[in-house]
């Protein structure tokens, strides 16, 4: 089945010091796979997304994902996180009928 | 430049209450969603169109009804209110067609509905 996992709820950082959102899929072929990140009371914004070529792809606000084809994962990361980047990021991957599939959100909390 | 626009952004219905959530965007875009997100459960798709006069279910179409008349407007409607129905809904827009799905969606700001 193709599915989407989010493994932590929550991430806890510094300011500072670097972060990272983990995401693994479960997709057969090449996936098309996309970072969102939604601040309290706003709709999702689209960070990043991975189509083909170079496996680090760099976004919005300094944030930057790495796609690994071995591990199925997309991996979000920021170098130095801020407290302004403190909100709730979902990854999602269009599935081969073509259909975006989300994962559930992992939060996130940048402490000053 | 508006994008997705939703309204009203907050609603309190009775059980067994209808009402209608508006979408409206500006952008041309050809695709539209309805979503629904509660706490913990993420994402879920309700219905989404590919264009104007086609409509078709997502995850969790039952007590919802939608229709897309123009290519700017995609609105939801609940004909009779659960407290099932407690949620934040959102809609977005993309421009795909089914040879180019790697167009992001992008969101209004929710409407945050309750149902009591």
């Known amino acids: 089945a193709q599915s989407v996992a989010q493994p932590e709820d929550q991430v806890n950082v510094a300011e500072g010091n670097p972060l990272t959102v983990k995401c693994t899929y479960s997709?057969?072929?090449?996936?098309?796979l996309f970072w969102y990140v939604q601040y309290p009371n706003r709709g999702l914004q689209f960070l990043l997304k991975?189509?083909?070529?170079d496996n680090l792809v760099k976004g919005s606000y300094g944030f930057e994902a790495e796609f690994n084809k071995s591990q199925t994962s997309f991996h979000l990361k920021k170098p130095s996180a801020l407290v302004s980047d403190s909100a709730l990021y979902f990854c999602?991957?269009?599935?081969?009928?073509?259909?975006?599939?989300w994962g559930l959100g992992t939060s996130l909390a940048v402490n000053p | 430049n508006a994008g997705v626009t939703q309204t009203p952004k907050f609603r309190i219905l009775k059980i067994g209450q209808s009402m209608t959530l508006q979408c409206a965007q500006d952008?041309?875009?050809?695709?539209m969603y309805w979503y629904r997100q509660d706490p913990g459960m993420g994402l879920k798709l309700i219905y989404y169109?590919?264009?104007?006069?086609?409509?078709d279910k997502g995850e969790v179409p039952n007590g919802y009804n939608v229709s897309r008349s123009t290519t700017e407007d995609f609105p939801l409607r609940l004909e009779l209110a659960a407290p099932s129905q407690t949620s934040v809904y959102f809609c977005?827009?993309?421009?795909?067609?089914?040879?180019?799905?790697?167009?992001?969606?992008?969101f209004g700001d929710g409407t945050r509905l309750s149902i009591l």
């Open positions: 999602a991957v269009v599935g081969n009928n073509r259909k975006l599939i």
């Open positions: 977005a827009s993309s421009y795909s067609n089914t040879l180019n799905s790697n167009q992001p969606q992008h």
């Open positions: 169109s590919v264009g104007a006069g086609i409509t």
């Open positions: 997709v057969s072929g090449n996936p098309y």
């Open positions: 952008m041309n875009h050809n695709y």
């Open positions: 991975y189509i083909t070529g």
